[in-house]
Every structure is written in C-alpha cells, then in structure tokens.
C-alpha cells in the first residue's frame, strides 16, 4: 500500500537517517489533502460561521455542517446533531463528566472506568467528585468482565471505557461491556481516541451512550475532536460552556440554549480544522477502514514476531485481540535510554507512562518503549527499527 507520497512529513531526515514515525498513537501525520483544505480555507473561505450574512461565512457554515454529517455517517450515529465538534477527545471527556455529573450526580456516585483509562478518562471523572471503581485487567492486558459485573452498585452513574488501550493495545469488548452496563441501568462512555483510525466504528452497533474521539489521530488536524452523543441523553445534560451561539435567547435574568448540537459548541470552532477533518475522513474512507485495519495488524505481527526474538525483550499487552500498539522494555534498560538511542537513528516512538500512570503501577514498571503503527508504515520501517534495537543494545548494557 504506497500512500506515502501522500504524507510530505515522511521525507524527513532526523539525525542524518530517514525518519521512521512510530509514534502514530500520539499523533498521525496528515495526508496533503488535509494540509491543502487547511490552506485552502484560509486562502479563500475563512469567515466565521452561522452569523454572517454574507457569502464566505454561508459557504463556510456550510462546509463545516458537511463534516459533521459526514462524521456522523462514518460513526453511523443516528442524527447528525448528535455530533459535538470539541477540541478534542479530552475535552469531549470533560464535556460529559462535567454535564453529565450535573444532571446526574447526588454527591455519593460511583463511576466504572477500565484499569487501562488514559488519564483523560480518569481525571475528568475524579473533578465531579465522584469515587472511582476501576475495572481489573490480567497479565496479558484483558479486561475481567466477571469482576466488572461485581463493581456495580446503586451508586453507579456512569461506565466510561476505552475502546483500544493506547498502551497495552487491547481492543475491549465494548458491545459486552454496553450490554452490562445497560442491564444494571447505567449508560456508557467510550473513549475512542485510538480506535476510530483503525477499526470500524459503528456507534449505534455498539450501542453506547457518548463515544470520544480527537481528529488528530486519525491523519486530521489538531485542534478538532468529537463528543457523539444519544440525542434523548444529551438533550437531559446542561450546558457545558457559556457563551455565543448556545443560546436562544438571552437577558440579565434569565437565558435559554440553542438546539442540539449548539447547545454544547460555545464560542467560536475551529472551522478551518473541522474542514480538514473531513478530508482525513475522506482519506480514511477512500483508503477503507478495513483496509488500514489489515494493513496495521500486519506490521504490528510482523513487529511483534521480530521484538520476541530479541534477547531480553518484555512486552506489555498481548491480548489475543489487540491493534497497532506494541508497548516494551529492554532488560533492565531506562525506556527513555532505549527512546533516545532510537531517535539518533532517525527512529520516533514514545517513552514514559503514556499518560496511563494506573497501568504502571499494575506491572510495577516506570514506563515502557511503545511504537505504533499507522497505515503509512512499512515492513522496512519495522525492520529498521528492529536492526535499530539490536544495533543500540551494548549501549544499554
Ligand atoms: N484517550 C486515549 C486512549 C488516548 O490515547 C488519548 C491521547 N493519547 C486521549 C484520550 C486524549 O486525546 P487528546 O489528547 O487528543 O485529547
């Protein structure tokens, strides 16, 4: 699959070497179709929308109402004003904890996240006060559905999960973990910020309540993500943020909301972004979803197979359903050492707790070496990268 022509980025040179990007689970890099719509509309079409009555802002509303019909056909959500444009998936997160606890919330609530949350799962949840129950996970990086079943109590308000652990890879059993959670009363919140670029996403399939997720992941812009939500649901939740065009009507005594989705899109959006989101949409369609899926699953056995065989070598997450993210140590090798080492040979990929401090606690390890794949990447990479290992291993001695 030679897309690569495509991403102007991949040309780099780092330190003398071809730039090898493994880093895709922080951030992909963007298709030239993405960067030219970001060009394009500030060139010609920048105008702020649905105020202005002349030409460039109707044009530019209407671009940007494009996208978000577009996003809900990819997402298959059921109306297109159940699709929020956020900042991102953190903020889409907070959107809802913030609202949700709001309307929901009595002062003693429990909240059911997974024991692999990013933080931007977990934190949002913490601000409302509530307690916490995190749902355990085995050795191997699988969630334990039975033990999830016994966290539930009365004080249950909310399950929020994420679909594809940005660190052990794990792809969760969401449909199982909607239904649960559905029977006991309780809706969901899925944290798709890693899954939406490799998997298909069918939220009314899976069936949940809220679904999160950040453009930048997926070959879009920064600065864009999305909060779907159950029509019913988000017309019970308030306002998250105040301010222009999530009003109706406003006096110094009293004020009412805008419709859905303006009702949560204070302020003015990021419109140049959500334009180049739909063209990292159109990317991702033309390219197929299943297509990339196949594509990453490849590299990420074909990395896996190769790590195994290096000597002293420790992978985190092996769950027999997992996606493009392969998390490791090096003996007793400093991650950081084994990230710096890399990236003198022109390799990126990330170091640390990748933002999911609660999984380093569980193997009792300060962080891991994780390289992600994205659909850009080839087997040479991979190969590349694991002569890089072996090449830099007497240094870690
Ligand atoms: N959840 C998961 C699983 C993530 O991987 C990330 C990004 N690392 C986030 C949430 C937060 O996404 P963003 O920084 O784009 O808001």
């Not at 897309?3 to 991949?10: A, D, E, M, T, Y």
């Not at 896996?304 to 092996?318: E, K, N, Q, V």
């Amino acid at each position: 699959m030679n897309l690569r022509s495509q991403f102007p980025i991949l040309n780099t040179q780092v330190h003398g070497h071809p730039l090898v990007y493994l880093d895709n689970a922080a951030t992909t890099q963007k298709p030239l179709r993405v960067i030219e719509a970001l060009d394009s509309y500030y060139r010609t079409l920048n105008s702020n929308i649905h105020r202005g009555a002349h030409h460039l802002a109707a044009e530019a509303t209407e671009r940007y109402e494009d996208v978000r019909r577009q996003v809900q056909s990819f997402i298959n959500a059921r109306h297109s004003h159940e699709i929020v444009f956020t900042r991102g998936t953190t903020e889409s997160i907070n959107l809802v904890a913030s609202s949700f606890s709001k309307r929901y919330f009595t002062g003693d609530d429990e909240v059911i996240v997974s024991g692999m949350e990013h933080h931007s799962d977990i934190v949002p949840w913490q601000l409302t006060g509530a307690t916490l129950r995190p749902i355990p996970f085995s050795d191997e990086g699988v969630l334990d559905l039975e033990a999830y079943e016994r966290l539930f109590s009365p004080k249950t308000r909310i399950v929020a999960v994420n679909h594809v652990s940005n660190t052990l890879g794990t792809v969760n059993p969401v449909v199982d973990i909607v239904r649960i959670a559905h029977a006991h009363g309780v809706p969901v919140l899925i944290d798709g910020a890693q899954s939406v670029s490799h998997l298909k996403v069918d939220v009314q399939a899976i069936g949940c309540d809220f679904y999160c997720f950040s453009g930048h992941k997926m070959y879009g812009p920064m600065g864009v993500g999305i909060m779907y939500g159950r029509e019913e649901l988000l017309n019970e939740l308030p306002p998250y943020q105040g301010g222009g065009e999530m009003i109706e009507n406003v006096t110094f005594e009293r004020t009412t909301y805008n419709q859905l989705p303006f009702k949560f899109e204070a302020g003015t959006p990021s419109v140049g972004d959500v334009i180049g989101l739909g063209e990292a949409v159109n990317f991702m369609q033309e390219v197929g979803v299943d297509n990339i899926a196949a594509h990453e699953d490849d590299l990420l056995r074909f990395a896996t197979d190769g790590l195994s065989r290096i000597p002293g070598a420790r992978i985190f997450g092996t769950a027999p359903h997992k996606t493009t993210v392969l998390s490791f140590l090096i003996g007793d090798a400093h991650p950081y050492d084994v990230g710096t080492l890399l990236d003198q040979l022109g390799i990126a990929v990330r170091t640390g707790h990748h933002c999911t401090q609660p999984i380093m606690d569980r193997y009792g390890i300060p962080g891991t070496v994780r390289a992600s794949f994205a659909v850009y990447n080839t087997r040479e990479e991979v190969e590349t990268f694991l002569a890089a290992l072996e090449r830099i291993m007497p240094m870690l001695q």
